[in-house]
């Protein structure tokens, strides 16, 4: 069996969703290469981000530690987003071509997704289509994007040409593997459904206007914290509402499901406009847990329900990946990206369309009304995803053995 040392670029971040995708990426390997023993050295690249990071990739030492593997891999998630970003490369990935020159083995981005919220301009165009060019015609390099819509987007403002030798490659959250235990909140009774809602960076997720306020708030590194504008208040009591008829008219049982601390912020207002017999006795709350030991235990809980209502991103991809029912609470353009790349277009929704709470109701009523019709249908998309998968790590293999 030949031994593969793998250098893994990522952000082991406290988010649970950056987690399950890292897993994924690694689980699939080392199934994939069943003839290799695969030995991974993390390296966490938010040491190395331009506003938090101290380390330097442009160093010996790094140098040294890339040359010192078989291969290196760079992803998954969000990394080629150029709101936070590198002048040299234009995106969050600071690798840049100077330093990539002197790196002797194969380099993989895998699966990198590249949007910006809703509002947001993308500021360092220059710089990211120069390091793009760059990438795509490096020797000893595969270049992938997530199925989130990425390719896409690039090809919009990049052209078309420019991204052709970029392939489109399933999030390895879809892939992740859970830890099976018990789930003290979760109930017997049935339909029972997972309400995923994101607490972080509400204006942009809103699409609201800065206020006076806002900017003031913002300087002091506070702004996010801030309850949000009009069109965020008016989702809160359209969701409300419909999750209240849901339950009075369906008897379903809710569990609401944290990815990061700032997620019980949205939910706990959530449930203080629920009537209290709601709230108390048809509602639960899933624990916030520390995402590098706990993660597959708070995924695994996906595994248990009727369906997922999600607003993240990995909130959506793992319990697709796990082939529960969906339905995604559009607030980035990934959201709608994923599911147009799926063919589950309709599984998706804006949260700021005029007659979401009627929509929402009747999309929740749909979906558990044919549970085993839509059960099927993701038990497939799932299949494929793997077969996706499947086909580009057979690249990587012949890319790092060679």
Known sequence: MRKIKILHLACYSTNIGDCANIDGIRRTLQRNLPDCEITFTDEDMIGYSEFMGKKRYDCRE???????????????????????????????????????????????????????????????????????????????????????????????????????????????????????????????????????????????????????????????????KMAGGKRRRIFLSQLSSALVHLVNEQNIRIVFVPHIPADLEIISEVLSTLPRDISRLRSTVAPVVSADSAYRKAFDLYRHVDMVVGMRFHGNVCPIGMGVPTLGLGTHPQLPGLYDELGLQEHC????????????????????????????????????LDEQTTLFQAKMKKLILS
Not at 134 to 163: C, E, M, W
Not at 350 to 367: A, G, P, S, T
């Open 62 to 224: 790094f140098v040294a530690l890339a040359n010192s593997h078989d291969a290196m891999i760079i992803g998954g998630g969000g990394l080629f987003s150029g709101l936070s970003h590198h002048d040299k490369t234009g995106c969050y990935v600071g690798l840049d071509i100077e330093t990539l020159e002197r790196i002797q083995v194969p380099v993989i981005y895998y699966a990198l997704g590249f949007a910006s919220y809703y509002g947001q301009k993308y500021k360092a165009k220059s710089a990211f289509g120069s390091y793009l060019e760059y990438l795509t015609k490096r020797p000893n390099t595969l270049i992938s994007v997530r199925n989130d819509g990425s390719l896409k987007r690039l090809g919009q403002i990049f052209g078309h040409t420019a991204v052709q030798n970029i392939t489109t490659v399933p999030d390895g959250g879809f892939h992740m593997a859970t830890l099976n235990v018990e789930h003290k909140e979760l109930s017997d009774e049935k339909p029972l459904v997972t309400v995923q809602l994101a607490g972080d960076k509400q204006r942009y997720r809103f699409r609201e206007e800065p206020s006076i306020s806002y900017r003031l708030m913002a300087r002091v590194g506070l702004a996010d």
């Open 349 to 384: 929704m804006d949260v700021l369309e005029d007659d979401f709470e009627d929509m929402f109701f009747m999309r929740v009523i749909d979906i558990l009304g044919r549970l085993s019709e839509v059960n099927a249908r993701y038990k497939k998309v799932a299949r494929d």
